[in-house]
């Protein structure tokens, strides 16, 4: 049997067969003295004469001042030289920090490589499968929970390379955490069932702002729409607040799907002043806090203040108060 042996390995043997070689030398040494055992082979340093004091105190303490001098003189310029590039390490330590959870996360966003390519040796979910390279939106199959035999659609997977702008970090990490129940988006954090840790989640999420395209950017994509309500609330909306809408089979427009109903009024009754549903779409409410009349924030409607510009937003909430 041939076994593998590593560098440490190697290493570990060659110390060990240093220190028996030198073991084995001492004992040699020492069982074979040619001097009588007591006898002084030369003076023990208490019994060596030493300088007089003209040598001590003269040139001796000159040699020793002038070695403090030199210290000294060390320290005082180097210590302000480290504490000069002090700042610019601790920034750089910073962004090398950051761009390696960048680079984790960008190995966990893609496919894993053949088995022969040395990167497969790290993590890879693949959520650029659905998301798109880049995270720049995609689509996969998928069987209709209930259904019976099943029924196969093709589900629309949301680019994710603006998500940074739609969502709060935590708010993108309990996503990724439980996924999106009766959606392609299975959870992926341990507390949801899936295989990621939190550190693995926290990477993706750095990786994510890595990939935003800016606000601005996001805006500019939106400007075509202009401030025609219907195709915004089609464009921005209806993926969670249409049943079927993500996979080509729009039922009733603002029906209700992973977002509530927004139909009969609700909107009215929620938010009797418009322009605090003018708020709730642009800014929506951190998770747990209130919103309208009886809202209260789970955390999961993304926001558009930076998607959409604020004409935009009145020209969706107005429509929305017609449904
Ligand atoms: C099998 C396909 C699939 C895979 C793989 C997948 N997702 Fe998703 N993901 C989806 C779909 C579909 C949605 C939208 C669900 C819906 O319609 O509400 C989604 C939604 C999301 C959202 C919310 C975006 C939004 O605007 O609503 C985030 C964030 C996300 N996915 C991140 C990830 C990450 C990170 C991974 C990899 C660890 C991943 N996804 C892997 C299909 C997938
Ligand atoms: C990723 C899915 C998603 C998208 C996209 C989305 N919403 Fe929502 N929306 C929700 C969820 C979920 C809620 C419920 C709030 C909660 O549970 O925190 C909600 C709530 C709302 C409410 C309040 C309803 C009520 O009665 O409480 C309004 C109004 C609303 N969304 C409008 C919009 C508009 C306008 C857009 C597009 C510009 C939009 N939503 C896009 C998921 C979404």
Redesign the pocket.
């Known amino acids: 049997m041939i076994v593998a042996v590593s560098t440490q390995q190697k290493i570990g043997f060659a110390i060990a067969i240093v220190a028996l070689l030198a073991w084995i030398v001492y004992i040699f040494t020492t069982t074979h003295r040619t001097a009588e055992p007591g006898s002084e082979i030369e003076l023990a340093p208490n019994r060596r004469p030493y300088l007089d004091d003209d040598n001590m105190e003269g040139p001796r303490l000159d040699r020793f001042l002038m070695w403090s001098l030199i210290f000294l003189g060390i320290i005082a310029v180097g210590l302000p030289l480290y504490w000069l590039r002090e700042p610019s390490r601790q920034a750089g330590a910073q962004r090398g920090f950051d761009e390696r959870a960048v680079a984790r996360g960008h190995n ?2 893609t496919p894993a490589p053949p088995p022969s390519d040395p990167g497969s040796r790290v993590p890879h ?3 650029s ?3 798109g390279v880049n995270g720049t939106g995609g689509s ?1 199959s ?1 069987a209709l929970p209930g259904t019976n035999p099943p029924k196969m659609v093709t ?4 680019p ?1 390379n603006t ?1 940074t702008l ?2 709060r970090d935590d708010e ?1 990490t309990n ?2 955490t439980y ?2 129940a009766n ?4 959870a ?1 954090g341990i507390a949801g069932g899936g295989p ?1 840790n939190a550190q693995q989640i926290s990477d ?1 999420v750095a990786y ?1 702002h890595s990939i935003s395209i800016g606000s601005s950017k996001a805006v500019d994509a939106a400007a075509p729409l202009g401030t025609d309500g219907k195709a915004l609330f089609d464009g921005y909306c209806a ?2 607040h249409t049943e079927g809408f ?1 996979y080509g089979e729009p039922a009733i427009d603002g029906g209700g799907a ?1 977002g509530p109903s927004l139909l009969n009024g609700v909107t009215l009754r929620q938010f009797p002043d418009e322009k605090d549903q003018i708020d709730w779409v642009t800014n929506t409410a951190e998770l747990g806090k209130p919103y309208g009349q009886r809202g209260v924030s789970h955390g999961i409607m ?1 926001h558009f203040s930076d998607m959409l510009s604020a004409d935009q937003i009145k020209a969706i909430v107005d429509y929305e108060r017609t449904l």
Request: proline fraction near 11%.
């Open positions: 966990l966003f979910f693949g959520c499968n659905c998301h996969t998928y589900w629309q997977c949301p994710l998500v739609r969502y993108i996503i990724i996924g999106r959606t392609p988006m299975p992926w990621m993706l994510l993926r969670c993500s992973f993304p």
